[in-house]
Nanobody, 129 residues
């Protein structure tokens, strides 16, 4: 598995939107689950959202449900995370990750880091007025 490349982070006011993109460098997304994690200063990395490239099954952290939408464009080999109604508590470094699309992550109530073996370098999202 190769590395993943994220883009789309930035500084926005509360209530605004951002769209993050994730593209693998050396492999296609077929048969993978792609996840977005975030880590704020002094906090543990947490799973925000994930999507299966096989059947489109998705996962969302409770605090982002209704605000964030994950999608996959197979023609572009890219996964997007549309983040609307951003809040200051969404401020973090956001990481894209990929792993084999097994049952493990589908049954989890909290997206497990251990299910993902390839990671990007992260992109900073800051929500502040």
């Amino acid at each position: 598995q190769g590395r993943l490349v994220e883009s789309g982070g930035g500084l926005v006011d509360p209530g605004e939107s951002l769209r993050l993109s994730c593209t693998p460098r050396r492999f296609t997304l077929d048969y993978y689950v792609i996840g977005w994690f975030r880590q704020a200063p002094g906090k543990e990395r947490e799973g925000v959202s994930a999507i299966s490239s096989s059947d489109g099954t998705t996962y969302y952290l409770d605090s982002v449900k209704g605000r964030f939408t994950i999608s996959i464009d197979k023609a572009k080999n890219t996964v997007f995370l549309q983040m609307n109604s951003l809040k200051p508590e969404d401020t973090a470094v956001y990481y894209c990750a990929a792993g084999p699309d097994t049952l493990g992550w589908r049954k989890a109530t909290i997206l497990p880091l251990s299910a993902f073996g390839s990671w990007g370098q992260g992109t900073q999202v800051t929500v502040s007025s």
